[in-house]
């Protein structure tokens, strides 16, 4: 019997298993993966290294054939069955999935007959055994509730003609994604129970309506204690209580949406339009279904301990309010980019939460309220605060994680008392606040591992207090500081071993540190990486940014000095052909680079080498030469990017836009801005990277159709971001998309620039003129309604 197909590929010896054991066992009943795609790398895996049975393979086909046709292709997530197109062994059938995929995810029916040719269905019937703890769904937008409760239903209705019927009737019933789910005959669908299942993973899959689907893991996984759910927008979080209510062993709850671009305190808005409020069907009856205020809670639920409401604009201080009474046992708040909440708001869950140990509230209103919520005494005796020493009976004394990045609503004097109580603290955010040497100087902890203090105005001398009392500091984020650039005089005389050009930050990280991540810009240089050295030899994130100045001496040094390097990002340094092909050559394990506004340029030698690990490529202003046959070889080197960014690279034209699509299947996000004349003669080819989550398209040539976005978003189920410029539009303009078809949008971003003339003499020269930023139209979804915004950034 088989129980952990993943723990079988992840024995060293998984490719000496014999093929026909492999057989039997991926056709065995009882196989149980969290995932299909897991069973598909699987395979992949074991023929890939074992070439033998490669030339027994194409000999006879059979085989190949027998072990391909038990992998589900029709359950495959979508990104990885459209990477799997360029797979010699898998094409044909990773073709054929990506078919199956769209048709599941498009069809306005469930029409599984039409699909599969027949009545037989065991081919979309997701793996459950008694042994599944996770199921993992993510990325699927085929799945729907009808697919879902296939799964659970006894083996024999899948060959039931009555089956087919039924659940097209209950597609069409929850078309609409407000339908009062109560008005289902699940009495139809007696489901099974997995008493085994523990997490459910359901993200990224539009088609799934959540709150109906909620109903069948209640009955079907009666021990689910994690839910994951982003990107879920069909979900009003006006439910939250009822899917609590539904599953009450559920403590883990990740409902994350794509975070608003348009943040207060960092855009300027020009102006702002009134919100389109989604039409909500009142075809139920109000008075045996009344509507229940949002997170209305009769009742505590002491189970919750985690909550993640990342990105959600439909949530409100009201919600915090009902939240906060109702789960009081929370010990982890995600309300990153939540800017619908105030600091008051906040401020009552954490002063009613008491057990709040990790707090995320990035680029909020947080601010004095919260602060003083969380340096409070919190002990009690007869009703009156008992005052303790050093307030070790604060919340902010128990903190283990604070993210407050981008809240400018704290004073610095405010910060230094929260500061000054963050004793045990072991990850802590605050970039882009008030934060001074007064306040990080009161730092008194001694178990931190992750610090963010970018874009403030910390010294050198003040990080390396820290980073003195944190000999567990794993993670630096210093960029943007521009306070670090400037050199401490009387260093020698508390460290005489110290050069000048050695700040005493590098000789603290150096000597005490062991780093996983650092990310340092102004006043970094050769001298400081010599001196990091000892702390960065199991180095996996490198940043240098704007103010850093390795030289092209220093980036040859990088991988000698972290050769256990995944993710690779330059601004503003010096490189060269040299440099990137020393990189690729022996970073083996590189899976992230990205080069911007780098002083050289790099040609087509930087990428004939092999770089199969590499995921993320980001190219900006640095390959201007660009041609298509460049994209090619890179393409052809570098075959596995699910993540693309070229800009400035002008000498590319509307072939390019095949060698991507061909070479890159797979792509989730694709960025193409001033890219020579790329879609001058529209989008054609671009539209077959079907998985795409994340476009933008501007300055490639004027020819996109004005219909673009609308079609987009039908033909790429999974897409959420879409960014154009009006001077690309083919028509001057774009249609926008309502609540219907915008599918899975949920943000456009549309700029708009004005023409100028290039010179002082454009008079006598002609009318030549170079488009300059003017504004960004910004349209946003969430449950509830459409938000339109204007500003001055090109976001």
Known sequence: MVERMIWMTSCD?????PFELL???VKHPCLTVDSEKHLCDAILLWLAANTIPYDLLNSTGDARVAIFTEIRTSLLPLPLAAGKRRCPLFSKFAERSVNAILSLATSSSFSLANILGGGDFSQLRIRLTEYTKILDLSGCPQISLPLLLLSMLPFSYS??????????????????????????PWENFPVLTFEAVEVVDVSNCPMLHLEAAIECFSTSFPSLTTLKAAYTLNFRTMKLYQL??????LSDIDLTVESNPVIPAKVSVISSFPAVKLQISTSFNEETCPAVPTFHFPRRLWNITKLILEGRTDIYDSDLHNIAECCPSLYCINLNACTSITDSGISVILLKCVGLHSIFACDTLFGHNCVLSLCRDISRFDGVAIKMEKNTNSSAYKLQILHIGGCKGISEITLLELIAQTHRVRSLCLRETQLDDNSLYKFSGSSLEMLDVSDTKVSCHAVGHVVRRSPHLKCLIARGCRHLLQEENNILENFPTLSYNCPVLYYELGKSCNLEEISLGWGFSFFSLETLRPAIKMLKTFIVGLGGSLGEDGLKLVPTFCPWLETLILYFQVISDSVVRNILE?????????????FGEISSLSFQFSAPCLRKLKLERVTAQMTNDDLLTLAQNCMNITELSLLGCRCLNSESQDTISNGWPGLISLHLEDCGEVTAKGVTSLMNC???????????????DRNFIICAASRMPLLRKVALDVCDAKDGDFDLPDFTDRRFLSIVKIARCNLKRRTLYSIESGPCTTPVHAETLILTWDSEKLSRTVVKERL
């Open 23 to 25: 057989l039997s066992c």
């Open 586 to 598: 022996t970073l083996k394990n590189l899976q992230v680079l990205a080069l911007c506004y780098c």
């Open 13 to 17: 010896s998984f490719h000496n298993v």
């Open 159 to 184: 060959v039931d003609t009555m089956l087919t019927k039924k659940l097209n009737q209950l597609s069409l019933k929850l078309e609409p994604s407000d339908m009062d789910v109560s008005r289902i």
């Open 244 to 249: 609590l209510q539904k599953c009450p062993l």
């Open 690 to 704: 079907q998985a795409l989550e994340d476009l933008l398209l501007r300055h490639n040539g004027l020819g996109i």
